[in-house]
């Protein structure tokens, strides 16, 4: 029986409470909740979409604060151009200008009319007649001492600079990265740029990019800070148009908004991809990080040729920096490989004979694994056991007999793989770079033999440099170290010997 609203029993008859009254009851202590969740409750769970799952975790792509977003939407559009280029065996030409922005201007470009302050005690730079009388007089006693310390000999400090308790007046730059690659196809680019998780780049092969979001988190950080969607040219190799695309994403159903899709004419023949997007950043705090990356990018892809701009209304802080090619010479472009059985799971193994062609065991065995040939086929087979023979139908197969053959790929030895999915930069390349961004007095180079882990290819290439450009005096021992992840560059500079 149905409890009642006073503890006791429902007499045959009595009404039921409606669930607000016995949700009340449940906060007074007047009587007992149901156990059963009520619909209010079960209508309670929601779903997140790729986008919003990262809008509301831009920590995890590297998009914590305004500067580190900066950085990393340069980072992500410089190494997707670098792949765009390599996949082609085109000498990477690539050109990166940061805009910076001012409010006013900012405003103007979205239509905005600028306010003037009503009220301020709001802000956070007002200053009050007393905080001001003090802050001149620990200024002007600051001063005193200075001019005691200098006339002393002794060293003189800069005056420290204010700082107020908000974020203050944000900044915005126009970032755009330009590069003569392969290109998108016309109907593709919505979808390559306006759906996380979506790209060209899912397989087994080395790439800079693997996941399909970086250049979309450039995306959704222009939404969350400017509101402004995002520009692309693209054109393909042999096409006779420019592809022009302006679109935004819906973070909630992680779909393309596209304002403007259209073809123009492609009256110089470039191939390539031209990609623009205006955001929240701070170029004061991460200069010097943003010009190391260039300079390592530099070192490692010699093949290169950069073309850094900053340009700003302040013509003191214009820069421009040329970063050339040293060589003609190019990584080999990485093949896509197959799965190595020693890293395969049971879900990978499920998805693989979901796909494949083949239709008994033995074929399946020999198409969709490296290192299977037809007579180590036939020993794997004999050695599954009972209910295993060359002609089983691999789409027959009971899930106990996937785990069988998933625990046998873990125990059984397999040559390692070619690591032709691979595409290391190799020892040439790799002094070339250090010699001419660097200048080294001395310099030393190794690559290893390709390595496997869990059936993973990989390839660490290094480099020692002593000496040389831009060594501070203080630090006589300076050198460079490379490592060659299986995924992208990462460099770290070093003090080998002190």
Partial sequence: MDDAGDGGATAVGAKKKPATEAAKGKVTGKGKASSKASPEAESSLKQKSPAEFFAENKNIAGFDNPGKSLYTTLRELVENALDSAESISELPDIEITIEEITKSKFNTMIGLVDQERVDEALYDDFESAKARE??????????????????????????????????????????????????????????????????????????????????????????????????????????????????????????????????????????????????????????????????????????????????????????????????????????????????????LLKRLIADTTKQNLLQFLQHEFVNIRKAHADRLIGEMGSGFSAETTVKSLTSQQLVRIQ?????????????????????????????????????????????????????????????????????????AAAIHARLRMIWFYFNPFC
């Fill in 134 to 347: 003090k802050r001149l007089a620990k200024e002007a006693r600051f001063r005193e001492t200075q001019a005691k310390n200098a006339a002393l000999g002794k060293k003189v400090k800069d005056a420290p600079a204010a700082r107020g308790k908000g974020r203050g007046e944000a900044s915005f730059f126009r970032v755009t990265c330009k590069d003569n690659g392969r290109g998108m196809p016309h109907e593709d680019i919505p979808n390559m740029l306006g759906r996380v998780l979506s790209g060209t780049k899912y397989g087994l092969r080395q790439t800079r990019g693997k996941f399909g979001l970086g250049a979309k988190m450039a995306l959704i950080w222009s939404k969350m800070s400017t509101g402004l969607p995002i520009e692309i040219k693209s054109s393909m190799k042999e096409q006779n148009y420019i592809s022009f695309c302006r679109l935004d994403i819906d973070i909630h159903k992680n779909a393309p908004h596209v304002h403007v899709h259209e073809k123009r004419e492609n009256k110089d023949h470039w191939h390539g991809a031209e990609i623009q997007v205006i955001i929240e950043g701070n170029w004061t705090t991460h200069r010097s990080r943003i010009l190391h990356y260039m300079r390592q990018m530099a070192v490692i892809t010699p093949y290169a040729q950069f073309l850094f701009r900053f340009l700003s209304d302040a013509p003191e802080k214009n820069l421009m920096i040329k970063f050339t090619r040293r060589t003609d010479v190019m990584p080999p472009v990485p093949l896509l490989t197959k799965h190595h059985p020693s890293a395969v799971d049971l879900l």
């Fill in 407 to 479: 625990q046998l790929f873990r125990e059984v030895k397999f040559d390692d793989p070619s690591g032709n999915c691979l595409s290391p930069a190799g020892e040439y390349n790799l002094r070339l770079g250090i010699i001419k961004e660097l200048h080294p007095d001395l310099v030393a180079t190794h690559a290893s033999s390709p390595q496997v882990f869990e059936g993973h290819p990989f390839i660490v290439e290094a480099g020692v440099s002593i000496g040389g450009k831009d060594v501070k005096q203080e630090k006589p021992c300076t050198g």
